[in-house]
Every structure is written in structure tokens, then in C-alpha cells.
């Protein structure tokens, strides 16, 4: 044992030196693979954080459209605040062993679309934690870890810090009717801080999008071991409006947002027309705060049963000025911003359109503009921005203690908007 372990862990150092050249993101690297779910198992959607030693678990699920079945192998990687590769030994931030094969798997019933469905729970006896800390998941075929198929970010949380938030109007008058501003005080205890500059650092992240989260490593105010983040201009989001939506858990009758459903060789499904959000006024709907979830309720186990579509989508928009392209982004695509999520423009009849591949469920969405040149989404031109709308805030604390090759992440709540 004690030589498989030595053994992958040198495999596994190699690997983790070659994708250490830029920070991990949420991807997918193979077309086949649909349908990437990643959640603690206390509820599906949820924010991927498990507490350390904690006896909670993560769920990974995915499908792979490809026949039958492949040998894939999955490990974690414990990264900075950065999500950058800590380059520590995997022996140094896991128990056991350092890698494990996925043998869960099951081909699909009853679906037009094949596919084989993979799915994974850990920490087990195999993987485990030993810091907390970012980690990323990977997932490669045949022990071989640059034949890389996808890649999850989660969190690992061992809680040494106290923390109070609220949310408030922006500070700048003119974006009163329309941002968030995030204001918290962390107590941090017994923690040996002697710059809280550098020891301790926040990230705020909007309903999980790390690409619009912001970074905190100065406190406004520090009054004994509670440091106060209250400055004017940071922490100040755009509310952004209520998520899209649509429903496909059955293919026999539509939902509120289906036109069409077309069912013959492949499964066909039409989605009403998307009007422009960008109003004045605030109007509330329910949404999943741009999560999604795999469900059929014409069968019974959705992993296998649920079956997949092509979900046409159009917008209804003039082109902005400027040239730049438009984008439909949610948790189902991790928010990216590539040629698998662009729209195509209709010039006659002025709108926008596309068409994906979805398994069945229910998905939240929304509209994004990036102009040329650009590789910053305006959230806000389809869809608008209300200091109404209903979000989850994620408040990450994390701390670099003195002599560590790593950084903790010893803090964790979630500040949601709706709630007082």
C-alpha cells in the first residue's frame, strides 16, 4: 500500500506542476461529458463547501453521451485564494490514498439520447482532507492525469472565525436604486493575526459567480481582534434582476415558459420569447438564484431516466451599439463566456437565438452583452439592475497563519438579501 501510494503521489505532483500555470476555473475539457452537478448532500443545488472533519460529503454527477463505459479516476488539489495550486505534496493535505476510480456508474433507460451516468461521494475511505482550504476536483481517464476531462472548484471550511453582514445601499447615490453593498465585521479570536492585511483576506462572491466576486485584504477599521469592511467603495454589487427560467421535468405537457415540444427521433423544445428586462421597475419572481437541477417526473430515478432536449432560445433585443457579441450564462455553463454560449443575431427580426443540449430539469439563466475587445460581461443591459432583487452572498474568510505554506479557509456565511 505504502508504494501505490509514493507512486501516484509522484504521478499526481507531475500533473499538478503542469495545470499549475494559471489559476483552476469550473470547465469541462470534452464535449461528450453534460450535465456536471457538484453539491453538498444535504441538498442538490447547493454551494460545493463541505466543514472540515465534519462527516459531510460532496456529490459529484455527470453524464458522458459517448457508448459505454470509460475508466475514469478522479483526485483533489488543494489550492491559495487565488485558486492557484498550493504546491504542496499530496501527502501533505490528504488522508489514504491520493487518487480514486469513479466505479459508480449506470447506463440511461428509456431515453432517446444515450448516455452513461457517473457519479461520486467523498470525502470516503479513499479521499479525504487533511487542511481546509480551496480545492479543486479533478477528473481524468485511464489513470492517466493529462488526459484531464473536467475540473470543479469546492470549498473546505474549518470555522475559527466570527462573522456579521448586512446588506445596504450603495454609498454612491446614483447607484442607490440599483446595487447591493456588502458591509461585515469578521472577529477573529484566538488566531494569531499580526497583519491583518496579509493574514486574513475576503472574497464576496454574488450567487456563487467567482467572476464577479470581490477581494478584500484591508479592513476599514480594526477595533481589538474584530475587524471592521465597511469602506465606501468596496463590496458594492450590481443587484443585477431575478434569474430566467424554464422547466423540462416533463416532456409530455409545457410549463409556463415552453412554446413547443417535439418528440420524434430527438427531443425538440421551443421556449417562449425573452423579452428585455431592463426596466425601471422592480418585479419579484421566484428563482433559483441561477442554479440548476436534473428532474423528471415521468420516471423515477433522473439520473438514468431523464432524458435530453434541444432547448431553442430567443431574445428579443435590437443590437447595442458597438460591435460585441451576446451570450445566455447560468450555473449549467458555470457563467462562461465562449463560443458554446454565444447567440446568433437575426438582423430581420431583431433578436437573438440559440440552441443547447440539456438534460431534463429545472435551469436558471440570464442575458449577457460583451463587446469586442472586452472580456468583461455587461450584466445589465438585457437583464437590468434592481437594489430589490433577491441574492446569496458567500462570505469567504481566509487566513495565511505565520511559517504556512498555505492559506485556511476559516470562515463561511451566506447573506441572503430577502432575509433580514
Known amino acids: 500500500m505504502i508504494k501505490r501510494i509514493l507512486s501516484v503521489s509522484i504521478i499526481l505532483l507531475t500533473a499538478s506542476i503542469s495545470f499549475a500555470q494559471s489559476a483552476y476555473n469550473n470547465q469541462v475539457f470534452r464535449p461528450e461529458i453534460k450535465s456536471v452537478e457538484f453539491y453538498n448532500t444535504k441538498k442538490n443545488p447547493s454551494f460545493p463547501l463541505i466543514r472540515l472533519n465534519s462527516g459531510e460529503q460532496l456529490k459529484l454527477d455527470f453524464d458522458d453521451l459517448s457508448s459505454g463505459s470509460r475508466n475514469y479516476y478522479y483526485t483533489i488539489e488543494h489550492c491559495d485564494d487565488s485558486w492557484n495550486s498550493s504546491n504542496l505534496s499530496p501527502v501533505e493535505y490528504l488522508q489514504n490514498f491520493t487518487e480514486d476510480q469513479i466505479r459508480d456508474y449506470n447506463y440511461s433507460s428509456t431515453t432517446l439520447q444515450k448516455y452513461t451516468h457517473y457519479d461520486i461521494k467523498f470525502p470516503n475511505d479513499n479521499i479525504k482532507p487533511k487542511l481546509s482550504g480551496n480545492y479543486v476536483l479533478k477528473v481524468y481517464e485511464d489513470n492517466d492525469p493529462s488526459k484531464i476531462v473536467l475540473v470543479q472548484r469546492f470549498y473546505v471550511v474549518d470555522s475559527k472565525v466570527s462573522i456579521m453582514a448586512e446588506v445596504v445601499p450603495s454609498s454612491d ?248
Open 173 to 420: 447615490n446614483s447607484l442607490r436604486q440599483t446595487n447591493q453593498k456588502i458591509n461585515f465585521q469578521i472577529n477573529y479570536g484566538a488566531l494569531r493575526v499580526q497583519n491583518p492585511g496579509y493574514d486574513i483576506r475576503t472574497f464576496i462572491m454574488q450567487n456563487a459567480r467567482s467572476e464577479t466576486g470581490q477581494l478584500s485584504n484591508q479592513p476599514s477599521n480594526i477595533h481589538g481582534t474584530s475587524l471592521v469592511y465597511n469602506d465606501l467603495s468596496t463590496n458594492d454589487f450590481q443587484g443585477l434582476n431575478e434569474f430566467r427560467h424554464f422547466d423540462t421535468r416533463s416532456l409530455k405537457l409545457n410549463s409556463d415558459r415552453i412554446l413547443h415540444i417535439y418528440r420524434d427521433t430527438a427531443n425538440t423544445v421551443i421556449l417562449l420569447t425573452d423579452p428585455t428586462l431592463d426596466q425601471p421597475n422592480y418585479t419579484f419572481y421566484y428563482d433559483n438564484g441561477g442554479n440548476f437541477y436534473i428532474g423528471n417526473q415521468d420516471g423515477s430515478n433522473p439520473a438514468i431516466d431523464a432524458d435530453y432536449a434541444h432547448m431553442y432560445f430567443t431574445l428579443a433585443s435590437t443590437k447595442p451599439g458597438g460591435n460585441g457579441s451576446a451570450y445566455i450564462v447560468g450555473q449549467f455553463n458555470n457563467f462562461r463566456i465562449d463560443e458554446n454560449s454565444k447567440l446568433q443575431y437575426d438582423a430581420v427580426r431583431n433578436r437573438y437565438g440559440t440552441q443547447l443540449l440539456l438534460k431534463q430539469g429545472v435551469y436558471d439563466y440570464a442575458y449577457v452583452w460583451v463587446p469586442n475587445g472586452s472580456d468583461k460581461p455587461d450584466n445589465t443591459y438585457f437583464e437590468g439592475s434592481h437594489f430589490e432583487t433577491e441574492n446569496n452572498y458567500q462570505i469567504l474568510v481566509y487566513y495565511h497563519p505565520a511559517g504556512a505554506r498555505w492559506t485556511e479557509l476559516v470562515g463561511y456565511q451566506v447573506l441572503n438579501t430577502g432575509k433580514k
